[in-house]
């Protein structure tokens, strides 16, 4: 399949920009290897309505956010590499190739 646009990284950044193009109702796929920089942290702070909650947690409201939304995909993968194929880019994974318009 061929997706508008792919995103690497399913943290708070990620999820969010899937949510404003999923809900412009695009096709658009996360990529995300469960590696968040702040994975050590118990609590996080700052975040409206999400304030005292683990990292952990605020990465699973956003995804229960997107289920909504059948045109938003979530693969756990590792993005080795992404190259312009001049009308295409092409996304590849350990296992896979996803294009992106
Ligand atoms: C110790 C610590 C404490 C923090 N505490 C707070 C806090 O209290 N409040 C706060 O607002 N912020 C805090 N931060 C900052 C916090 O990290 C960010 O707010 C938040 O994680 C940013 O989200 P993000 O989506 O940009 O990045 P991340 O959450 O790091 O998500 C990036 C995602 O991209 C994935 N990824 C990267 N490369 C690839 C690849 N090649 N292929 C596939 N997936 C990939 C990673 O696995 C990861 O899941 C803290 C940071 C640290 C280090």
Redesign the pocket.
């Known amino acids: 399949m061929r997706y508008v646009c792919i995103i690497?990284?399913?943290?708070?950044?990620?999820l969010s920009a899937a949510l404003v193009l999923g809900r412009a109702k695009l096709n658009v796929l996360i990529?995300?290897?469960?590696?968040?920089?702040?994975q050590?942290?118990h609590e996080?702070?700052?975040?409206i309505t999400n304030d005292s909650l683990s990292?952990l947690t605020i990465r699973e409201k956003g995804k229960n956010d997107l289920a909504k939304y059948q045109n938003i995909h979530y693969l756990e993968?590792?993005?080795e590499g992404i190259t312009d194929q001049e009308t295409y880019f092409a996304v590849k994974t350990v296992k896979n190739l996803y294009e992106a318009t």
Do not use: E
């Open positions: 690497v990284g399913g943290g708070p950044a990620g990529i995300d290897n469960k590696n968040p920089r702040n050590i942290t996080s702070h700052g975040f990292p993968n590792t993005v």
